[in-house]
């Protein structure tokens, strides 16, 4: 969700009245049902460290002048979704969502969806809910051989649960490939369904249809009825959890730059590698073509287009191995149709439980990616969050932006709430007050996560994007010190929680 062109201040003041807004509708009373679910479907595709859930919910209004139709979340499972978005079904824009304020105990979580228009009675519409788990999966067994194949499990509860009756719905649980090993079977379910409980077909397991659920929002139905239920399946792919990952960009108009670096520490996530890992083994698996999946050789990275100076290493030194197509620079504003792609070879296979860790740089024209208004006198530059390592969840995330010397009125657009956003001054060699540079902290990333932020700044001196014009400037600069006046506001404090 956009929160538009705010200044840090307001951001803050945007998150307080945010918690005082929820903290009084959940004082407002809600009586009567409201809704009925028509159908619902869920598919939960499941992945490594990342699984997709998509409910899609037939509602129907049964009273007039609807515009909120509330969705329900068992507790662990909305914890484990970093991304949640709402949205009609076929329309692009995601609606409008607000947090329910619950108890620390309590066994579901609420969110309001704000419909597009009010509903009369009988009035329907197709609401679509996606989201987005991490950590859900958990390799079984735990520990592998370097020949075993690799087996995950995934947990849900049977049924989806709202605050509104439901005349149908079933669960999808879709893998990968078709190689289901153990699903189960639910019990005590003769209240909703005669028929099939449970059906695999290929890849897919479908739990329900089930018929007539009543609201399911309430202790009784969730002791009575709700249970959990797990898939075991074989998954050909390395599960790839980011532990860390920090992006530095430094924004420097002098040489019209901007380099990123980003400091990764990746870890295969699999089951663990059972006794020592044999060198000899694996180069015979190589050779005859027989490795198995779940072990990770290289990754294939996309930059950006138009980038240069391009630096790979590792604990050890350079990988020389890998290999750098750069895509031609695109003009700001121009949709970028090739990205630059880096095939990093790893400098050992990443082997269930192992670690790698690894830095990758680059510079591009600062020109490429920011934009000047002269009638306001700021420029509005694009950052990336993060380079999307394919299927991997990034458990935590920092980037930290470094702005210009002199940079001031600095706002920010952030494409969703950041945990944490501070200002902090950065000081480097030449530097004569500190450069401003802006913080924010994320935890559990996926790849829906690899968006924008834009920031917004004013720069008194009229260098736009040129490149430096002498050392000696510098030095001149320096001299000057004691006349410059602090014009970055400082007054947030650090590590003031600003979502
Ligand atoms: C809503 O639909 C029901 C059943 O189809 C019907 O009996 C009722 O009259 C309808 N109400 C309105 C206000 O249209
Ligand atoms: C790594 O590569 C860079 C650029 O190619 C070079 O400047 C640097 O000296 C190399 N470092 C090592 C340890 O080989
Ligand atoms: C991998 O890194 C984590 C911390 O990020 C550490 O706790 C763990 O011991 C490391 N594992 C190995 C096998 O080095």
């Not at 979340?73 to 409008?96: G, H, I, Y």
């Not at 990754?299 to 240069?308: E, K, Q, R």
């Not at 030194?317 to 890998?322: D, E, F, I, M």
């Not at 121009?334 to 830095?359: A, C, I």
Request: aromatic content about 10%; glycine content about 6%.
């Amino acid at each position: 969700m956009p929160l538009g062109w705010r200044t840090l201040p307001q951001l803050l003041f945007v998150a307080l009245a945010s918690i005082i807004h929820t903290s009084c509708s959940a004082a407002a009373a809600e009586t009567g049902v409201a809704f009925e679910n028509s159908a619902i479907v869920r598919t939960v595709a499941l992945g490594g460290s990342v699984v997709h859930v998509t409910t899609t919910i037939a509602i129907k209004s049964l009273a007039d002048e609807q515009d909120i139709y509330t969705v329900s979340f068992p507790r662990r499972e909305r914890d484990a979704s970093s991304f949640l978005e709402v949205r009609v079904k076929n329309q692009k824009d995601p609606l409008q969502i607000r947090e329910k304020p619950f108890y620390g105990n309590a066994k579901f979580t609420e969110v309001d969806v704000v419909l597009p228009e009010k509903l009369a009675v009988n009035a329907t519409l197709n609401l679509v809910v996606e989201t987005i788990q991490t950590h859900m999966t958990d390799p079984w067994p735990e520990f592998a051989s370097q020949t075993d194949q690799q087996a995950l499990r995934y947990t849900t509860d049977l049924y989806v649960i709202s605050r509104y009756p439901t005349l149908v719905q079933r669960t999808k649980i879709k893998a990968l490939v078709p190689r289901i090993i153990s699903y189960t079977t639910p019990t005590n379910v003769d209240a909703f369904t005669t028929g099939n409980v449970v059906a695999k077909s290929g890849a897919v397991v479908t739990y329900g249809p089930f018929s007539s659920i009543p609201v399911s929002t309430n202790k009784d139905f969730l002791k009575t009825y709700q249970q959990p239920v797990t898939v075991r399946y074989y998954h050909e792919q390395p599960v790839l959890e980011v532990t860390s990952y920090k992006r530095a960009v430094e924004i420097s108009h002098w040489g019209s730059n901007i380099n990123t670096e980003d400091q990764v520490i990746l870890k295969n996530a699999g089951p663990k590698l059972k006794g020592h890992f044999s060198r000899v083994d694996y180069q015979g698996q190589l050779y005859k073509g027989s490795q198995v999946p779940h072990v990770l050789h290289s990754l294939s990275l996309d930059l950006p287009p138009g980038i240069d100076n391009v630096y790979y290493y590792d604990q050890i030194g350079n990988v020389s191995t890998s290999k750098l197509n750069v895509a031609p620079a695109v003009a700001k504003g121009e949709p970028v149709v090739k990205t630059s792609l880096l095939n990093m070879k790893l400098r050992y296979p990443l082997m269930g439980g192992w670690n790698y860790t690894f830095t990758v740089g680059w510079d591009a024209d600062l020109a490429g990616v920011a934009g000047y208004n002269s009638a306001t006198g700021e420029y509005n530059v694009e950052i990336p969050i993060m380079t999307t390592i394919p299927g991997a969840v990034v458990n935590q995330h920092e980037l930290k932006i470094v702005l210009p010397e002199g940079a001031t009125d600095v706002e920010v657009v952030t494409p969703y709430p950041s945990l944490t956003l501070w200002l902090d001054k950065h000081t480097a060699y030449l530097d004569t007050i500190g450069r401003p540079a802006i913080m924010f902290e994320y935890k559990d990333l996926t790849p829906a996560h690899a968006k924008n932020i834009y920031v917004r700044y004013k720069l008194s001196s009229g260098d736009h994007f040129r490149k430096p014009v002498a050392v000696s400037a510098v030095f001149f600069g320096l001299f000057f010190f004691t006349f410059v006046v602090r014009r970055i506001d400082l007054t947030i404090p650090k590590k003031q929680k600003a979502t």
